[in-house]
């Protein structure tokens, strides 16, 4: 069974870096062919997906943040990050991170694990 | 990028009702529609893909159809445990976007 984990700091100051990890359990992040993906909730608000990232390394990104995120993998670690410049109030959200299934080359994909969500708030 | 709807916003439904909710897209996404049912501080649990393809382990009460701009999730008698936010995601092209969800309270 994949485990998904986010973990960061929860408390961000305006115009600093957001920086979360999120690690993987039950199985490798480099097989599979999975993507792993980034979705943030803002409190009593829907959910905005933020971007993906290949085990080879391969990222999209959601354009209304492009400029400013970062996801990178660490397949020895088992892990992937989400590094978000010059934040805001408007960044405060819980975090998800999130596997993409069902791997392979399918055509159609979706979220079908998900890590527990962390809140971080952006404030000083 | 793809726009997300859903009705109703949010509706109250008995214990045993059939309740159905609308998602549409601002565009034909073909069947590359999934749904998610969230509760309180969890993370949203998968439940359809692909339209009407139920997630393993996802009770048959739940299903979903559509196709091209409007979908449809319904559950076939209301549980308990179904009273939660469900949202529509599109996966036909990047960025994903989810609509803006549909709460399912008690009446």
């Known amino acids: 069974q994949v485990q998904l984990q986010e973990s960061g700091p929860g408390l961000v100051e305006p115009s600093q870096t957001l920086s979360l990890t999120c690690t993987v359990s039950g199985g490798s992040i480099s097989s599979g062919s999975f993507y792993w993906s980034w979705i943030r909730q803002p409190a009593g608000k829907g959910l905005e997906w933020i971007g993906r990232i290949f085990s080879s390394g391969s990222t999209t990104y959601n354009p209304s943040l492009k400029s400013r995120v970062t996801i990178s993998i660490d397949t020895s670690k088992n892990q992937f990050s989400l590094k978000l410049t010059s934040v805001t109030a408007a960044d405060t959200a819980v975090y998800y991170c999130?596997?993409?299934?069902?791997?392979?080359?399918?055509?159609?994909?979706?979220?079908?694990?998900w890590g527990q969500g962390t809140l971080v708030t952006v404030s000083s | 990028d793809i726009q997300m709807t859903q009705s109703p916003s949010s509706l109250s439904a008995s214990v045993g009702d059939r309740v159905t909710i609308t998602c549409r897209a601002s565009q034909s996404i073909s069947s590359y529609l999934n749904w998610y049912q969230q509760k309180p501080g969890k993370a949203p649990k998968l439940l359809i893909y692909a339209a009407s393809n139920l997630q393993g382990g996802v009770p048959s009460r739940f299903s979903g159809s559509g196709s091209g701009t409007d979908f449809t999730l319904t559950i076939s008698s209301l549980q308990p445990e179904d009273f939660a936010t469900y949202y529509c995601q599109q996966s036909y092209t990047t960025p994903r976007t989810f609509g803006p969800g549909t709460k399912v309270d008690i009446k």
């Open positions: 999130a596997r993409v299934g069902p791997g392979g080359l399918a055509l159609n994909n979706y979220f079908d694990y």
